[in-house]
């Protein structure tokens, strides 16, 4: 429970993408703009597919967006 | 809150409420003495009605409540989005395995009265006291999912 060891950089990519907003983002991959909240707040890790989507709409590799932290695999 | 937690917390409030009725009237029953599979079979009947009924009420009111909070908040026409994506579905399926293991322990419980020499009808009281309970439980994990996240 809690934060995900999956990190991302969606606040910053909608940033550089002329500040856009949450619900748009969100319906550009049919999504509810609480699932893009909570992916921000590293609250839920998307599917790949949602992930997929998501690198479309911000036109960058999927690793761009998308980064595994392995800290607490050695635990 | 989303559309779906709303929904969630109408649920847990009619089957908190459901349960108390159903607590208070099996008391009453006890303390009158009027304990009896008539009253119990009947009592079964309205809570089960009340469940169904309930939901569906508070579904279609907790809709055009949201969709009136949010025309009368943004003053313009209301756009209330019923999608349920992939977090939403996995957040109910999680939700119902709760509910299910917590009603499968409470089958189990309710069996457990026969072997205690308990009459029939306090496993049948046991077994809409458990399934009531479970779905409280099964909306409040749905509810510390949402605000957790997983």
């Known amino acids: 429970m809690g934060k995900s060891r999956v990190r991302n950089n969606i606040r910053k990519l909608r940033f550089f993408r002329d500040e856009m907003t949450q619900q748009q983002l969100a319906d550009r991959v ?3 703009r609480q699932t893009i909240i909570a992916m921000e707040q590293e609250k839920y890790s998307p599917s790949l597919e949602l992930a997929f989507r998501i690198a479309l709409v911000f036109d960058v590799p999927l690793g761009e967006v998308f980064s595994y932290d392995p800290e607490d695999d050695s635990n | 809150m989303s559309y779906q937690e709303k929904n969630i917390t109408v649920s847990l409030v009619n089957f908190t409420l459901i349960l108390g009725f159903y607590l208070i009237r099996v008391f ?3 303390q009158d003495g009027s304990f009896n599979s008539t009253n ?3 009592l079964w009947g309205i809570v089960i009605t009340l469940g169904i009924v309930v939901t569906i009420l508070g ?4 809709h055009i409540v949201s969709a009136i909070i949010q025309a009368i908040k943004t003053k313009q026409e209301p756009d209330i989005r019923d999608i349920q994506d992939e977090r939403d579905t996995i957040i109910d399926l999680r939700g119902t395995k709760i509910t299910y293991i917590a009603y499968s ?3 189990f419980l309710s069996m457990l009265t026969f072997a205690l020499n308990q009459p029939p009808l306090v496993m049948f009281t046991l077994l809409v006291f458990f399934g ?3 779905q409280v439980i099964g ?3 749905r509810l510390y999912l949402y605000r957790r996240g997983f």
Do not use: H
């Open chain 2, 139 to 141: 909306d409040i994990s």
């Open chain 2, 105 to 107: 322990i409470g089958i």
């Open chain 1, 30 to 32: 049919g999504v509810t």
């Open chain 2, 59 to 62: 579904t279609i009111l907790t």
């Open chain 2, 28 to 30: 009453q029953m006890i």
């Open chain 2, 132 to 134: 009531l309970l479970a």
């Open chain 2, 40 to 42: 119990v079979f009947r």
